[in-house]
């Protein structure tokens, strides 16, 4: 009975994640990491399935989007590329740029 069982918490354990994650888990977690005051204003927007969202702190920037498959992200990246403006990363399905606080959490967040 051991083994079934333990086969089983092995094949759990190795899905759900496809690398994909929401932009409300997403929004979530960096909410939970941020230190207080590290943010002035955040801007959210969803256009084609791609939900962009801009974290303000005195005048700096961070961008993050969110987009429904890590396809679509890569996709995005490598136009970003073509267009000689390639300062987003990726980590699955996110694209971000900007650094400080809310990058590491983004960072955190998207693994």
Same mark, same amino acid.
């Given at each position: 009975?051991?083994?079934? !069982?333990?086969?089983? /918490? ?5 899905c759900?994640?496809?690398?994909v994650? +929401?932009?409300?888990d /997403?929004? +979530? !977690? ?9 943010v #002035?204003r955040?801007?959210t927007?969803?256009e ?16 993050v +989007?969110?987009f429904? +498959? =890590?396809?679509?992200? =890569? ?9 000689? #403006?390639a300062h #987003? ?15 590491d959490?983004?960072?955190a !967040?998207a693994?």
């Amino acid at each position: 009975m051991r083994a079934p !069982c333990l086969a089983l /918490l092995v094949v759990l354990a190795g899905c759900g994640h496809d690398g994909v994650v +929401s932009a409300a888990d /997403l929004h +979530s !977690c960096v909410a939970k990491r941020l230190p207080a005051g590290a943010v #002035d204003r955040v801007v959210t927007g969803t256009e084609e399935g791609v939900t962009s969202t801009n974290y303000y702190r005195r005048g700096n920037e961070t961008a993050v +989007s969110v987009f429904p +498959s =890590v396809d679509d992200a =890569v996709k995005a990246e490598a136009a970003e590329a073509r267009l000689g #403006d390639a300062h #987003d990363r990726r980590i699955g399905n996110v694209l971000y740029s900007g650094g400080g606080a809310v990058e590491d959490a983004v960072v955190a !967040c998207a693994r």
